[in-house]
């Protein structure tokens, strides 16, 4: 015998873009997203005998997610989405639960002649702001907002050393490395009772708010610290940023250590390449270190 025990369904990899033209200032601003769509509730039937009264097409899912991009702001993120969620629980009785991720891409101002452009953008890097917003009929709407593939470096003031020697170390110790890491960084919201409560908080200015503060924060900590390890640096990030932002429950870091190795070149002429004396590297993709952590308030 076999139970269904678990089943959502809905359209990913919707991409949009939206224009907001501002008339009066001669200004365009531009977002560009991609959006996941996936509804849970009495849909068991369309799973276990082909029922499809209970579907409601994964195409009329991507197509409610361009209509309601069209008739309310998308941003911030967090607010459209647990808009686009509430809907779906608003329209079908049958939907208690909608799970919504986006993903917004970069589109920058373009700087020309020292001045903002009205309407060019560059994307400056692959990051990226995301939210993950659950609408529950029972449970409220929980947002998780997060920011990934920040790929940052510093050349020096960064340590690693008092960690476990026995027979399997190899590694060195040091008080002087290069430190680099994709940041990836997510903070929970405290729950919202429903979208009244998603949407005072946005009027506030809270979400726009804690995704500046969680970048500022972390690309200042790891400039500035003298880092005795990812673990450390990062921890110091996730407190910093559950002190900025009063409505969050807790903050997750997920750093890769991305390993740069000294090459000895002394083969070569006796070449100092080592040590005080390393000025060439060798970046490497894989393996790398990967440390993750979870800050909660106590
Ligand atoms: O900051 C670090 N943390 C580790 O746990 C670790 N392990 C390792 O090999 N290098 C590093 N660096």
């Known amino acids: 015998m076999a139970i269904l025990s678990a089943a959502r369904y809905g359209k990913d990899n919707v991409r949009v873009y939206k224009v907001q033209r501002d008339e009066a200032a001669g200004t365009q601003s531009v977002t560009e997203m991609t959006v996941c769509c996936l509804l849970e509730g009495q849909i068991a039937s369309s799973y ?18 361009y209509i309601k991009a069209k008739e309310h702001p998308v941003n911030p993120p967090e607010l459209y989405a647990g808009i686009l969620g509430q809907h779906f629980l608003d329209t079908y009785a049958h939907i208690s639960t909608a799970h919504v991720r986006i993903v917004v891409h970069r589109w920058t101002r373009m700087v020309v002649d020292g001045a903002p452009h009205p309407h060019s953008f560059l994307r400056d890097g692959e990051e990226t702001r995301n939210v993950e917003v659950r609408v529950d009929r029972a449970a409220g709407i929980d947002v998780a907002s997060s920011l990934a593939h920040l790929l940052v470096l510093k050349s020096t003031g960064s340590q690693f050393h008092g960690f476990v020697r026995d027979e399997f170390t190899t590694l060195g110790e040091t008080w002087d490395r290069i430190l680099s890491t994709d940041i990836d960084a997510t903070w929970k919201w405290k729950n919202f009772a429903g979208l009244d409560a998603l949407k005072a908080e946005a009027a506030t200015g809270a979400f726009d708010k804690a995704w500046e503060d969680a970048r500022a924060i972390a690309l200042k900590t790891f400039a500035e610290e003298d880092s005795p390890s990812v673990q450390a640096t990062m921890y110091k990030i996730s407190e910093k940023i559950l002190d900025a932002a009063p409505g969050v429950a807790s903050v997750s870091l997920a750093l890769p250590n991305k390993h740069y190795f000294e090459i000895d070149l002394s083969w070569h002429k006796g070449l100092k390449n080592t040590g005080k004396d390393a000025e060439v590297y060798a970046p490497q993709s894989g393996p790398n270190g990967l440390i993750k952590c979870e800050v909660s308030r106590s």
Do not use: R
């Open 48 to 65: 276990t005998e082909a029922d499809n009264s209970v579907v409601v097409a994964t195409d009329s899912i991507k197509n409610t997610i």
